[in-house]
């Protein structure tokens, strides 16, 4: 069983920087997306860039791009997402995420992914 746990959540001031990491525990092969998601109270999860572990491909929601970057670690089996130019709207708990066969919906959609972390807060402040 895969296991993701995330860490990195902090409250920052608007313009500053967070790191987060999804560290992946019993990581295998079938695992082609992985992805963050965020969610907000009172607003649906949104997924917020995922990356295809085969291809090293990205996808970002326009929200976030050119401020925000997902990578990859294979050998430390870790994923992260660089935030910089924090904003207001950006506070959310952050949820990393790994799909799983049948692969079915979206890189944005929660409905492609099987495996969820525990999630990490993250706050910014105006």
């Known amino acids: 069983q895969v296991q993701l746990a995330e860490s990195g959540g902090d409250s920052v001031q608007a313009g500053g920087s967070l790191r987060l990491s999804c560290e992946v525990s019993?990581?295998?092969?079938?695992?082609?997306?992985m992805a963050w998601f965020r969610q907000a109270p009172g607003k649906e999860r949104e997924g917020v860039a995922s990356?295809?572990?085969?291809?090293?491909?990205?996808y970002y929601t326009d929200s976030v791009k050119g401020r925000f970057t997902i990578s990859r670690d294979n050998a430390k089996n870790t994923l992260y997402l660089q935030m910089n130019s924090l904003k207001p709207e950006d506070s959310a708990m952050y949820y990393c995420?790994?799909?799983?066969?049948?692969?079915?919906?979206?890189?944005?959609?929660?409905?492609?992914?099987?495996?969820w972390g525990q999630g990490t807060q993250v706050t910014v402040s105006s």
């Open positions: 990356i295809s572990t085969y291809y090293g491909n990205t």
């Open positions: 019993r990581y295998n092969a079938g695992i082609t997306l």
């Open positions: 995420a790994a799909d799983t066969p049948p692969y079915a919906g979206r890189w944005y959609e929660s409905k492609r992914y099987h495996y």
